[in-house]
């Protein structure tokens, strides 16, 4: 049974309003929440990772110290209204790019017994790719939801989407994410 798990959909990345926002990423909007509307229908475990920064941006990146996004109990923080998390979902905070970066992320994972992940979200050469490379080293089977998937440019995009495939990162189109079931493998072709 997968898991679905997506990154930093927050009104500072996806709005046009957001402090850092990401051009491509509103348009995924849909897809991931059609991927969330599948998977809470098929019981599967969701797993959103949300950025969360104090005002000083004392716990953020050295580049943005001056400029914190994702500010804790701001407009720039929240969930997108359509993907927010549902009870009983899992939150994962993070201050760095990767979702496993001083977070709780092997924990939640291990209770869950560390499950295939379809991973979606913002942005692909940050976030994603971060993530990515560290449940990579964890030897975690891996989709990465193509329209669910966003950068500045389409030509980044694709240029990640192509890197992450060279190392074992499945791509998957929505369409065949929303056919697979409670017991079907990302794996599987």
Known sequence: MPALMIIDMQQDFVSPDGAACVAQALPTVPAIAAALAHARAQGWPVIHVLREHDPEGRNTEPFRKNRPVCVSGSWGAEVVP????????????????????????????????????????????????????????????????????????????????????????????????????????ITRT
């Open 82 to 185: 359509e993907l927010t998390p549902a009870e009983g979902e899992l939150i994962v905070s993070k201050t760095r790019f990767s979702a496993f970066y001083q977070t709780a992320m092997d924990e939640v994972l291990n209770s869950l017994n560390w499950p295939e992940l379809i991973i979606c979200g913002t942005q692909l050469p940050n976030c994603l790719r971060g993530t990515i490379h560290d449940a990579v080293n964890r030897d975690l089977s891996l989709a990465l939801l193509v329209e669910g998937c966003s950068a500045q440019t389409e030509a980044v995009a694709d240029a990640n989407f192509e890197d992450m495939a060279n190392f074992g990162v499945r791509l998957l189109p929505l369409a065949e994410c929303l056919t697979m079931t409670h017991s079907d493998s």
